[in-house]
């Protein structure tokens, strides 16, 4: 028996294909849950389905498509229904605010936080039917720490963490907790490139008081918690999963005798 209990859970999972995504899918799978992947790309998601096994079933689904999210929910309710929707889908369309158009704008706040609602709504609404279930969003620690030249980025991941607390305070009285893990440097398929550079590896690195880049495992084990029976009184929190990194700035404060 699982320490996390969540055997014979069905956990929808937005984003699957991508790299915090997988380690999710995978480790809801190695803990006895069925996994649904939910991607707009079905040649990321569809092997991983296959390899999980277990009843895991992707779904090609687009978060900025209400009408897509919507024939995704209809499929798992009518198979029963979601335990867990954890929300990690994400995209990323850097830029000065300056400069950033309205259509790059528009399309990161409809993926990274209006998909968010939907899906939530969407999944929603069967565990409130049955008066039990449990949300997770992927937020960031650039929602409190303002990331620059990342367009709406920083915007979009702010608003993700109120979400999840307004949707624990109008939720929870129905049986529903919602919980943010916010990610601090993770090198993922998405940030890959950022790390290309040795040198830049190292820098990065040290600014990190672990001394170390965030693996998607390292997240994909705060998000298990959170959505786990281990966590039943925990709603509207936000875990931060940085390596002590948005606790490092006054470090960098130069001071006399202090290195």
Known sequence: ???????????????AGGGIGQALARSFAAEGARAILLDRDLDRSGPLAEQLG??????????A?????????????????A????????????????SVSPEDWSAMLAVNLTGYL????AFGRGMLGRGRGALVHV????ASQP???????????AAVAMLSRQLAAEWGPRGLRSNCVSPGLVLTPMSAAFYADPEVKVRREAMVPLRRIASPQDMADAVLYLAS????????QDIVVDGGLSQSLMGLVPRPGYA
């Open 65 to 81: 498509d209400p009408g897509s999210v919507a024939a995704a929910a209809g499929r798992v309710e009518a198979e029963g229904g």
């Open 229 to 236: 029976d281990r966590a039943a009184y925990v709603t509207g």
């Open 147 to 157: 990331q620059p030249a990342s367009g709406a980025y920083s915007a979009s991941k």
């Open 139 to 142: 937020a960031s620690i650039a």
């Open 54 to 63: 277990g009843g895991a079933l992707a779904l090609a689904c687009d978060l």
């Open 118 to 121: 939907t899906a939530a709504q």
């Open 1 to 15: 028996m699982s320490w996390l209990g969540l055997e014979g859970r069905t956990v929808v999972i937005t984003g």
């Open 83 to 98: 335990d867990v929707l954890v929300n990690s889908a994400a995209i990323l369309r850097p830029g000065a605010l300056e």
